[in-house]
């Protein structure tokens, strides 16, 4: 929706279907045309690696949607933007979801 700079209906479906909606809402959509900066793309694979990392790091099981914002750190924290200044910046991702044990 970002990227046609309107909103668009049913995307299809997706691995981390706690994050699924028909259509993003008004006032959303203003709020992230307004305010984000970039957009992430992860895919399936990704999403799994991270569910798999955060249980063996922490012990921690996700569900897919949950483990969505990890994916996405992982994916920028190895990109060549996070890694042309030399620096290795701490990160936070927040790991969401209500089934989360």
């Given at each position: 929706?970002?990227?046609?700079?309107?909103?668009?209906?049913?995307?299809?479906?997706?691995?981390?279907?706690?994050?699924?909606?028909?259509?993003?809402?008004?006032?959303?959509?203003?709020?992230?045309?307004?305010?984000?900066?970039?957009?992430?793309?992860?895919?399936?694979?990704?999403?799994?690696?991270?569910?798999?990392?955060?249980?063996?790091?922490?012990?921690?099981?996700?569900?897919?949607?949950?483990a969505?914002?990890?994916?996405?750190?992982?994916?920028?924290?190895?990109?060549?933007?996070?890694?042309?200044?030399?620096?290795?910046?701490?990160y936070?991702?927040?790991?969401?979801?209500?089934?989360?044990?």
């Amino acid at each position: 929706s970002l990227l046609c700079g309107h909103r668009l209906a049913d995307a299809g479906p997706v691995g981390a279907d706690g994050m699924f909606v028909s259509q993003i809402g008004k006032e959303v959509f203003r709020l992230c045309d307004e305010l984000v900066d970039e957009v992430l793309l992860v895919d399936e694979v990704e999403i799994t690696a991270a569910v798999q990392d955060a249980f063996l790091d922490t012990r921690a099981v996700f569900e897919p949607h949950g483990a969505l914002s990890l994916a996405g750190l992982k994916q920028y924290a190895t990109s060549a933007r996070a890694l042309a200044n030399g620096e290795r910046p701490a990160y936070v991702a927040i790991g969401s979801g209500a089934s989360q044990i």
